[in-house]
């Protein structure tokens, strides 16, 4: 009897660009990025109007060059977003203890991690977005 022929071997998956056959295209793989991330939560914002500021608890979520804040979070995702931080080059990230403050040109936010290494997660998260914007 003839030995049945062995199938060839699967090419790994890949991420890159597919030709018209749908097949990856080799050496053109999508990079991973190696950006930091910074995790979802809960932070202390300091409000700002006329004559009074207080601290307001907000959930915030790094996405791309902007951190949007909201009000509320179900347990499944956020809700009633407030506003949004937008980075630019021109941003400057300073952290003191559990609070970030985050220069833009036009304001000086603060925010206030529940611990040190949220902090600490977030800011190296949001230096790195601001070298790269």
């Known amino acids: 009897a003839a030995a ?15 030709n018209s056959n749908n097949a990856p295209v080799l050496g053109r793989e999508r990079t991973v990025s190696r950006r930091p991330q910074a995790t979802p939560g809960w932070f202390m914002k300091m409000g700002r109007m006329v004559g009074f500021s207080a601290q307001q608890r907000r ?21 009633d977003q407030k506003g949004a931080i937008k980075l630019t080059r021109d941003t400057t990230i300073e952290q ?15 925010i206030t991690a529940a611990t040190q290494k949220v902090a600490d997660e977030w800011t190296n998260a949001l230096q790195a977005v601001v070298k790269t914007v």
């Open 4 to 18: 049945a022929a062995a199938a060839p071997a699967a090419a790994p998956a890949t991420e890159g660009a597919a």
């Open 59 to 79: 959930y915030l979520v790094l996405k791309g060059n902007q951190i949007l804040y909201f009000k509320t979070f179900d347990g499944a995702r956020p809700s």
């Open 96 to 110: 003191k203890g559990t609070r970030i403050y985050i220069h833009t040109p036009d304001r000086t936010w603060d």
